[in-house]
């Protein structure tokens, strides 16, 4: 089996890590949040690795490094969609301190990522 670009890089899988994590926690929500926090979570998350792997595909580095730029983006909302979480006590303080700490390693990842599209 062809094994792509984006799916060798650590970043997409710490990312993807992350979707599955959110998933986990935000099926703890309440009901209500169904189609409000829970919804806007899990869409940003995807968006993360999504875009690592559609970023992949791209044929200059200046629109990878777009594609960088949008799953960063994504994550600083994954972010603070988990502080209102917590501070709406749909999360325990462990979760939101695992699920930062994910969000900093794959952020720091971006960062380095794009900086490397851009010097190419």
Do not use: M
């Given at each position: 089996m062809y094994i792509y670009s984006f799916e060798k890089l650590d970043v997409w899988k710490e990312a993807k890590e992350l979707a599955k994590e959110i998933y986990k926690?935000?099926?703890?929500?309440?009901?209500?949040?169904?189609?409000?926090?829970?919804?806007?979570?899990?869409?940003?998350?995807?968006?993360i690795c999504s875009n690592i792997a559609e970023g992949s595909a791209r044929k200059t580095h200046r629109d990878k490094a777009h594609f960088t730029t949008i799953s960063f983006g994504s994550s600083v909302e994954v972010l603070n969609q988990l502080i209102l979480a917590k501070e709406f006590d749909y999360l325990s303080i462990k979760e939101y301190e695992k699920c930062r700490s994910m969000i900093e390693g794959i952020t720091n990842k971006l960062n380095a990522l794009r900086k490397h599209q851009l010097n190419k």
């Open positions: 926690v935000t099926s703890k929500f309440p009901e209500t949040e169904k189609f409000g926090l829970t919804h806007q979570l899990r869409r940003a998350v995807v968006s």
